[in-house]
């Protein structure tokens, strides 16, 4: 994968390696969540000689090229990486570093984290076909380092997919703009509408963070990328199709959460109380008087 990485660029790069990464089965998978870091030498004309990588389970792992056996220090750079997620807590991090140090050109290194949260929604009542949900995330993010494509480039990427495969995402590469798909950004993060297509009363989703730094020694000199992304899924929405609000879910400690689909029977009607019903009838008799006045004029 690393060496298709290499020959492409920017945005289209990114976006590659993010929608490989993404796995899928999220129905199979539900309430399970999982972190990756990874520190990949490229030298060696892409040969991948020099590769290290450590999974994770729901804790914060961290790898980078000093420290683990066979994979490194690389000629003339260095990498590391980090990730971690939560399904109780409904967080996911990752970062991703690279750097190029040596002359000459010697430095092809990579910098990796990666973390997928696999969960569901319960939903009640009977949604429309037309309904739709939003995620709401708060993020942080960061993308730092020369926007060069000869010597390196770096991305985060917040990807969401579930019902019948409804993927969104927002996604940041070294010198480029912002790229969105079904997500709208806000002054906390983003917002992700889908349909809302639930089987047996369950809707699947995988919310994944993704963080990647890459140099290359195409270029002598110095070079450094980073990456890195957090975000919490604060909450979920179910809109109609005008975006009519109908509902909010509720999360267990699990991270599990719960909609209620059915339509809102609206504000309670406001029916007068006797006494008020009596002080109206009072008032209209006393006005009696000055309309017969007038009418006699």
Known sequence: MQSTIARLGGGA???????????CGAA?????????????????????LNSCSQPGAGSSTSVATSNILNCGPVPGGSASAASSS??????????????????????YVQGHGFSTQYSR??????????????FHFITTQSL??????????????LFVAGGTDNPVFAQQTGGSSLL???????????????????????????FTVDATAYVTGHATGSSSQT?????????????????????????????????NTAP??????????????????TGLVALIPTARRKLKR
């Open 86 to 107: 939560s399904n109780s807590a409904r967080t996911a991090s990752a970062l991703g570093t690279a750097n190029q140090t040596g002359t000459d050109g010697q430095a």
């Open 121 to 134: 929604l319960t939903v009640t009542g009977t949604p429309s076909a037309t309904d739709n949900l939003i």
């Open 13 to 23: 790069a990114a976006l590659a390696l993010a929608l490989a990464l993404v796995p």
């Open 264 to 281: 809102s029977a609206g504000p309670p009607s406001t029916v007068p109380e006797p006494s008020s019903m009596a002080l109206l009838g």
């Open 144 to 157: 730092t380092g020369d926007a060069n494509a000869n010597q390196g480039y770096g991305f985060w990427n």
């Open 28 to 48: 199979a998978q539900a309430g399970l969540s999982s972190s990756f870091a990874g520190v990949h030498d490229l030298s060696n004309n892409g040969n991948n």
């Open 180 to 206: 969105t798909n079904g997500a709208v950004q806000t002054a906390q993060g983003f917002d992700f509408t889908m349909p809302l297509t639930p089987t047996s009363g369950v809707f699947q989703y995988n």
């Open 227 to 259: 990456g890195s992304i957090w975000a919490m899924l604060s909450g979920i929405d179910a809109v109609d199709a005008s975006g009519a609000f109908i509902s909010s879910a509720s999360f267990d400690q699990s991270g599990f959460g719960t909609i």
